[in-house]
């Protein structure tokens, strides 16, 4: 599936829904209506009365309309309808509910439709006349504290039953009931029939024959085929988390990275990629926070993290049940490693290989070589500008390349070497450089710039010639709709000679000279982190654990 950009909206405000009718298309942000029958220019339709959480938005197929619910404090009037987006109306008869949360239109054009009424009761009310007449469907005290209501309705159509969810405050942690009934229009026919608790809000819908409730604390989801009985199963891959690097040793894709609460996960998978977090980890787990990538020698398995535990920043295996922590500081006089950052395998001018580490020490920024990744032999770099974060080495051409950012000068910081020992220092001309690569004679990197008639960053490429002195700045891409586009990692696919670099909402953008970029779309909307070539393939990897393989 391809997609274009169609037009930029400039609209400051959050994006609240989108809803697709009578030959168009009509976003919500917060207030404001926008519209489009062709899809080439969303024009402003409209705007609605003031909604402090944003109105929300559905299209009724069975009257050909659009409604627009909100959830306000104070608003008596919650709901009104539009056949063109343009001019809107209140729907009438009397409201069971002041604040409404979530909306459904049934096969048969019945309503649905939950919330709260009043600062005390919670409160389902259903309409088979469009929204003119209701039906108090639940109403009574709440069984909490206050300001506890119904948060989402869902309907199986086939079977005629409705499931919604009663979120009760209790403190950090909130308890929530769900509700099942075969005949929503009675009070008295709703059952609970399940109760969980969770600190995040959840998420219910209706698909393929079963109602699922997910966005769950322990990465599960409740689903249920009737409403009534109800199956807690663990979410498939990496739920709630994101993955910083992926990798493969002997039969077993290796990823790491941490989940909602910043705890470090080491994960295993086979060749479906449905990953499993593994029983034995590197490591105290919670000190895996900046898992930055593997790197393997002699049959080993070797992972580093940031921030580590008494020196003991990088790890092996070889089997991934047993791991032995490398002490990088042994043998060191007078120099503390605390934090190994990046490690990467440098090739030689000589055809020779060793590997190459940057990290934080007690005496600052330090750049340690070793030729088995056991023993590691720690240089000062003695760099003129004191480098703080965003670091990154990578190696390319024979050369290292050292990134940094200074917050003395609030520039980014490139630097090469032939050795690891002596550097050579080259200034970009931006601000924060995120990530870099080396290529086709040619160092590339990402960035973001501020542009000011849109209130967005675009991402643009860096792109200099290892035989120039020149930085060229490339447009990336032109700003979508909606939301500007994040990039996070770029390297280069050395085989079919192109940089790659990871973007939001799934992209992936190639360049073979780091300037003209084309974007892939992946199947996915998910942030990728995580970027790497494995066995030819392209493996991209990150929020809640999505995983792409190129073919």
């Keep these: 599936m391809s997609w274009k950009n169609v037009s930029y909206l400039g609209d400051s405000n959050a994006f609240t829904g989108a809803a697709v009718g009578n030959d168009l298309v009509l976003l919500v942000f917060q207030n404001n209506v926008y519209g489009t029958k062709n899809m080439t220019y969303f024009e402003l339709y409209s ?141 008295n026919a709703w059952t609970v029939t399940f109760s969980f608790t969770s600190s995040k809000f959840p998420q219910l819908i209706f698909t393929e024959g079963k109602f699922i409730i997910y966005n769950l604390d322990n990465n599960f989801i409740l689903q249920s085929k009737n409403g009534f009985n109800w199956d807690s199963i663990p979410q498939r891959g990496f739920y709630n988390a ?66 580590g535990t008494s020196d003991k920043n990088i790890y092996t295996t070889k089997d991934l049940k047993t791991w032995e922590a490398i002490d990088v500081s042994k043998g060191q006089t007078k120099i503390n490693v605390w934090s190994v950052v990046d490690v990467t395998e440098f090739k030689k001018r000589d055809g020779s290989s060793t590997w190459a580490l940057i990290g934080q020490t007690n005496n600052g920024l330090y750049i340690g070589l070793s030729n088995d990744l056991y023993s590691w032999q720690l240089y000062d770099p003695k760099f003129d500008v004191s480098l703080y974060s965003n670091y990154k080495i990578t190696n390319g051409e024979s050369l290292l390349v050292l990134l940094g950012y200074s917050f003395q000068t609030s520039y980014s910081y490139v630097y090469v070497s032939i050795d690891g020992i002596a550097w050579q220092k080259i200034k970009s001309s931006v601000n924060l450089i995120y990530d870099i690569a080396i290529g086709n004679n040619l160092i590339v990197g990402i960035f973001q710039k501020y542009e000011p008639k849109s209130s967005v960053y675009t991402p643009y490429s860096l792109v200099k010639s290892l035989f120039s002195d020149e930085w060229n700045e490339c447009l990336l891409i032109n700003n979508p709709v909606f939301v500007p586009i994040q990039i996070d990692a770029i390297i280069y696919d050395e085989a079919n000679k192109v940089f790659l670099v990871s973007a939001f909402s799934g992209l992936i953008f190639s360049s073979p000279d780091g300037c003209n970029w084309t974007p892939v779309i992946t199947g996915t909307t998910q942030m990728f982190w995580a970027l790497d070539i494995i066995d030819g393939h392209l493996i991209a990897a990150g929020e809640n654990g999505i995983t792409v393989v190129s073919n």
Excluded at 259 to 277: H, I, P, V
Aim: proline share 4%; hydrophobic share 35%; glycine share 10%.
């Design 47 to 187: 705007t609605l009365p003031h909604c402090e959480s944003g109105w929300s938005i559905i299209f009724d197929p069975t009257r050909s309309i659009f409604i627009v619910y909100c959830a306000p404090l104070g608003l008596v009037q919650t709901l009104q309808s539009s056949k063109d987006g343009r001019s809107w109306q209140w729907l009438g008869g009397k409201y069971y509910i002041l604040g409404v949360t979530d909306f459904i239109v049934t096969k048969e054009g019945n309503y649905i439709t939950t919330g709260w009424y009043g600062l005390l009761w919670c409160a389902i009310q259903w309409s088979a006349d469009g929204g003119h007449s209701w039906i108090e469907a639940y109403q009574g005290p709440l069984p909490g504290q206050l300001y506890d209501y119904f948060i989402a309705v869902a309907h199986d159509d086939d079977n005629n039953i409705t499931v919604t969810i009663l979120l009760i405050k209790d403190g950090s942690n909130n308890e929530y009931d769900v509700y099942a009934t075969s005949d929503p229009k009675i009070s």
């Design 242 to 307: 994101r993955i910083e690097a992926v990798g493969k040793f002997k039969d077993n894709y290796v990823a790491c990275g941490y989940n909602g609460y910043m705890q470090g996960s080491f994960l295993t998978a086979r060749e479906d990629f449905n990953w499993t977090l593994s029983t034995y980890q590197p490591g105290n787990n919670t000190n895996m926070w900046y898992c930055n990538g593997f790197l393997q020698n002699n049959g080993q398995l070797f992972t580093w993290m940031d921030p």
